[in-house]
């Protein structure tokens, strides 16, 4: 199938086109890898461990932006309704 | 001039900070450039910014190595109380409240951020296109894409709308742009530079890297943005490279972290520990544009000629990578994206977001559905290791490879193409990003008018030798 790239509102009609679409081209992809040949890897440091030092400090700028990114806002308390993001 | 002596200007005080931003700022207000749809916000406070490092150079006070010089930041790297909004309606109105490492160190030394770039929804797009806030022109032709998914950075690089532009790369980001645009596009050794602060794609893969007009400038920046960061725990200490003083910093393992430059011509390097002097060129005779193939072919047996390398035909296996980065990129973009839920910034991802971020994010959800535990991803790790093997059987044979950045040229900006033929855009830059090794895409000459773009790939660590083998080109 072929499309053009632009950004465009998606519909849900549209989103179950691209669940069957992404599955298929996925299965397509893993089918080829099955067929290499390898040990799945590891990559472990020598050294290189981080110095644990003061931590990073926010200031009250970034307490101002945080509160000021988030769609709901009580006093001092952003309101992460429980469940919320479901909707 | 490059960046170095533009640098040196101001310190000078025969350029100064403030007539560096206007000239810009005048250029990136005219119409013609407003079309391009590179900028997405720009910074107010650039004047003030670079009114007193004016002041500084005139007290005769100490400034940094980049005074003065202006840049401008992918939408996806944090820049404290700037919109970071990834070019999408998800993050729309998000203000970062604290800055990217790689800020930081381009702000310890003075360089003055211009804006926020246009690019790819959540850097998910290899054309430019994708962007919420509608897609980024091509400076050199404003009917073509510019590339993606850094196609802002690019773009503006190429409309010399800043002096450096500052990108990230997953498996081709800043490449790409960089070849359809015709400048240079860096992409670091995964580790090499902080990924603090930047809003991932794809942890695994991720790397922040620069655009500029030459690798001399992109050594430049890179020098000072590469390095340990307690905020990012790929990056590692003894891996440092201090590049302007041509040695390494710490104590290599393994014969990593070296400065290499040896292959042939003269190097100014103290260590030489390269001494082959053969060039692998890849065969992607199956997969791309025989005119891009033939100029990259043409291209490189003009410099080996000249510099006195060898060339060696080896074999890369593309077509294995282009399949295990998209199955690693799905899995790690849907994971990383469960934050975005609209509680706490922003609105929830999968009612925001455009076709192709929730193609990555409905794909990635169904590969790691428990019931195919074992599969996809784990398949992909496997892969990974091969590729990473076939890297490291080549660099015992070559000092470096180079292959076309991009298989095709510049399609016009909404033609419709296949999701596959999409996705093979990144064939010839997804090796490199999943072996973690640098690589960089350097502008080489025209076909049909349109920009094309040769990659060179290096083991991990020796941008050193990148750099040169790019200069020579």
């Keep these: 199938m072929t499309q053009n790239s632009l950004w465009h509102e998606v519909s849900e009609k549209e989103k179950e086109e691209i669940r069957k679409e992404s599955k298929k081209l996925l299965n397509e992809f893993a089918s080829k890898l099955e067929k290499v040949k390898a040990k799945e890897s590891h990559f472990q440091r020598e050294d290189g461990q981080r110095e644990e030092g003061d931590g990073w400090k926010t200031d009250e700028e970034f307490r101002t932006h945080m509160l000021n990114n988030a769609p709901f806002v009580e006093d001092d308390s952003i309101v992460a309704e429980k469940g919320g993001w479901k909707k | 001039m490059n960046l170095k002596s533009k640098a040196k200007q101001i310190s000078a005080g025969k350029l100064s900070a403030v007539e560096n931003v206007l000239a810009f700022s005048k250029k990136i207000a005219t119409p013609k450039t407003k079309d391009l749809n590179i900028f997405l916000k720009l910074n107010e406070n650039a004047i003030s910014q670079a009114k007193a490092i004016d002041k500084r150079i005139k007290e005769k006070g100490d400034v940094g190595r980049l005074a003065g010089l202006c840049f401008a930041v992918k939408s996806n790297i944090s820049v404290k ?215 990259i072919k043409t291209k490189t047996e003009e410099i080996a000629k000249k510099k006195g390398w060898k060339i060696k035909k080896v074999n890369l296996p593309l077509d294995i990578s282009i399949q295990t980065y998209y199955i690693l990129v799905y899995t790690e973009f849907f994971s990383t994206t469960r934050k975005f839920e609209g509680r706490r910034f922003g609105k929830k991802i999968e009612s925001s977001a455009g076709p192709e971020v929730l193609r990555r994010i409905i794909g990635g959800s169904e590969i790691t559905k428990a019931e195919h535990d074992g ?99």
Excluded: W
């Excluded at chain 2, 602060?197 to 020098?223: H, Q, Y």
């Design chain 2, 81 to 295: 109380g700037l919109e970071t909004n990834c070019a999408s309606k998800v993050l729309e109105g998000y203000i970062s409240p604290y800055n990217a490492t790689v800020i930081n160190k381009l702000i310890a030394e003075d360089a003055i951020i211009l804006g926020m770039l246009n690019m790819d929804e959540f850097a998910s797009g290899a054309s430019g296109e994708t962007s919420a806030f509608g897609p980024t022109k091509n400076p050199r032709n404003p009917e073509l894409i510019p590339g993606g998914s850094s196609s802002g950075s690019a773009a503006a690089v190429a409309a010399e709308l800043c002096d450096f532009a500052i990108g990230s790369d997953t498996g081709g980001s800043i490449r790409n742009p960089a070849s359809h645009c015709g400048v240079v596009g860096l992409k670091p050794t995964y580790g090499a530079v902080s990924r603090y602060g930047l809003i991932d794609l794809s942890m695994s893969l991720d790397c922040v890297g620069t655009l500029t007009k030459s690798p001399e400038d992109a050594k430049l920046i890179f020098n000072i943005i590469q390095g340990q960061d307690n905020f990012d725990q790929t990056t590692n200490s003894n891996q440092t490279l201090d590049l302007i003083n041509q040695r390494t910093i710490g104590s290599p393992t393994s014969g990593r972290g070296r400065a290499t430059a040896s292959l042939g011509g003269e190097s100014n390097s103290k260590e030489k520990i390269t001494k082959r002097g053969i060039i692998g060129l890849v065969d992607v005779s199956k997969f791309c544009d025989k005119e891009i193939a033939d100029l």
């Design chain 2, 375 to 473: 599969r996809y991803y784990k398949e992909a790790l496997r892969a990974r290791a091969f590729i990473k093997e076939q890297f490291n059987k080549l660099f015992k044979e070559v000092d470096a490879i180079i292959l076309p950045t991009v298989p095709k040229t510049a399609h016009k900006i909404g033609e419709a193409i296949s999701i596959k033929d999409m996705y093979n855009y990144d064939i010839t830059t997804t090796p490199a990003s999943i072996a973690g090794i640098p690589a960089i895409s350097v502008p080489i000459g025209k076909i049909n008018e349109k920009e094309v773009g040769l990659q060179i790939n290096t083991p991990h660590f020796q941008e050193e030798l990148m750099f040169k083998l790019a200069s020579d080109f």
